[in-house]
């Protein structure tokens, strides 16, 4: 079975932030930024799964796209607990840095597919 970094990168996060969620609300008593985190952290890993079995490229992009709109959103939320002081400086920066990946891979993913998209529909053009 072929790895799929983007599925695996977002699984992982996703147990990073059941972690930091538990994490916040145990030790800080912080209960609602960290559950607006827990529920885009896990997210994207749940989107990219969709995917997986998308009816069509259209359907594969709509379901990529949520997932970088909830990549994007929980770096919000870790900016946000930064700023108020739940996480300092290195605990921020370990997870922002895999919340950036992963959005950057989504991204990456997006663009190529919509290019194929372009691409075979210009082909389809000329050969008609």
Do not use: P
Not at 49 to 68: G, L, P, T
Request: charged share 30%; hydrophobic share 40%.
């Amino acid at each position: 079975m072929k790895n799929n970094i983007v599925k695996d990168k977002s699984f992982d996060f996703a147990i990073r932030i059941v972690k930091l969620y538990q994490y916040l609300c145990n030790e800080k008593k912080e209960f609602t930024l960290s559950k607006q985190l827990l529920r885009s952290g896990t997210s994207i890993g749940a989107m990219i799964r969709e995917a997986e079995h998308a009816e069509s490229k259209n359907d594969f992009i709509h379901k990529f796209a949520i997932a970088q709109k909830e990549a994007n959103e929980s770096v919000y939320w870790l900016e946000l607990l930064k700023a108020t002081d739940y996480l300092n400086e290195k605990e921020f920066e370990n997870i922002n840095n895999d919340a950036i990946a992963i959005l950057k891979l989504i991204t990456s993913i997006l663009k190529t597919t919509k290019k194929q998209i372009i691409s075979k529909e210009s082909l389809l053009k000329i050969n008609n």
